[in-house]
């Protein structure tokens, strides 16, 4: 009875821990898929930059005028994925309405616009002031976001991959280099023992150097 009482309550207790991990386990990975803001800056070299943006579906673009002069972000109507709605800073239903709005919807300096993005797909952008001059851009919405070798997951990416590439890429040519100076400080010290040598023996044969010989003869 006892132990029958032990065995209810420690079986019991088995259920809650193995439930209360798995509650642990399956909040663990939201964090790594909650929605980032990813920064485009608008410069007085009238570009966007970056000029191509990769992002995961539900993240926010955010782009902030950094110069003097004032910028628009004007969706190109034709370059929506299909279902994705028109977007514009000035919240303009069309682009014909973005442009002819404009300065409506322009983003001066120090000020931002922002647009979440759920749809997958490229969406073209202009600045409808300096479209003239190619002030273009491109937000590419894709699972998963940048891929691990270009775009703002490369930050990361990069990071880190240029951390490892340093560490076997850099200590590899270091190591190489080492090597050939030891290997060469290794050659020119045998060359001078060997030199030495040389001249020992010379010098114990003879008795004589070049030097030596005019007091010997006298
Ligand atoms: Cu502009």
Redesign the pocket.
Known sequence: MHRRHFLQCATGSLALLSASSTVTAAEGPVPATSPQTHVVE?TDG?IYDPEVITIAPGDTVEWITVGQ????VTAYEDELPEGASYWASGEFDSEDDARSGYPEGNVAKGETYSYTFDIEGEYGYF????ETIQ?VGKVMVQEGGAPAKSGGASATAMGSGHGEGSHSGGEDPEHMGVAFQAHWVGIATFLGIFASLVFTFFFLKYNETPHSGYPKQK
């Not at 002069?69 to 628009?72: C, D, K, L, T």
């Not at 600045?127 to 300096?130: F, G, Y």
């Open positions: 608008m009238m002069m004032g910028h628009s600045c409808v002031p300096h002030m």
